[in-house]
């Protein structure tokens, strides 16, 4: 089976600028996750879909928004991008009956 | 919210060593605990995991221990070998509520 996907691996914007990451989960799950990882913060939870509907939200501002299509790829946006969100972006899957949660590589942005 | 903290940061050992990595959480929710390793470069892999109704659970070289009353769990690798050498991070949730709360991370170095 292969594993989760995200694309494109490496981004670099401009402030100001908006940007949108993709994730394919594993073939057969319902939820994505996507999480936020940076140096001086970790690894922090962004927002959880499943069904094309947002069940769960972290502590970022309205900027970070996603959606989930119905065949379980799901988008993640950043408008008006500050320097600050310069991070690698995960996102992960998981089954139904299921709790394991499975990591893509990521998409490391870069914000100049 | 849930709090996770992992100690140490970083963890130096001999090939052959054991390896413990410690992390308490807040929440007396929470009842779902997954251990990930991050090599350089990969997103996080799932290691291991436990749910609180289980105390100890093994996996080869590795196992986890959770202890409710005291609201911590560890990690511990026997036997290290180089490829050992990652970040490891704790992190704890509901189950089935896909939202994950990290620890800060320990850097592992296995020397040969």
């Known amino acids: 089976k292969a594993g989760v996907t995200q694309t494109p691996r490496y981004l670099i914007k401009t402030r100001g600028q908006q940007v949108t990451l993709s994730c394919s989960p594993i073939?057969?799950?319902?939820?994505v996750s996507w999480y936020q990882q940076t140096p001086g913060q970790g690894l922090q939870f962004l927002f959880e879909y499943f069904s094309e509907t947002q069940r769960n939200k972290g502590n970022f501002p309205g900027r970070f928004s996603g959606r989930q299509f119905s065949n379980s790829r799901s988008e993640m946006n950043v408008s008006t991008l500050e320097l600050g969100d310069s991070a690698l972006y995960l996102c992960?899957?998981?089954?139904?009956?299921?709790?394991?949660?499975?990591f893509g590589p990521g998409t490391r942005l870069t914000v100049t | 919210g849930e709090n996770v903290e992992q100690h140490p940061s970083t963890l130096s050992v001999q090939e052959g060593d054991s390896a413990v990595i410690k992390c308490t959480y807040s929440d007396s929710a929470s009842n779902y605990f997954p251990w990930y390793k991050q090599e350089l470069g990969k997103g996080p892999q799932l290691i291991i995991d436990i749910r609180s109704n289980v105390g100890e659970k093994k996996d080869q070289r590795i196992a986890v221990t959770l202890n409710k009353t005291a609201k911590h769990f560890s990690l511990h690798i026997t036997e290290t070998q180089p490829e050992d050498s990652a970040v490891y991070f704790c992190a704890a949730s509901i189950l089935g509520g896909n939202m994950l709360t990290f620890g800060g991370g320990t850097r592992l170095m296995v020397k040969p």
């Open positions: 073939s057969g799950h319902r939820s």
């Open positions: 992960a899957s998981t089954g139904v009956s299921s709790y394991e949660q499975y």
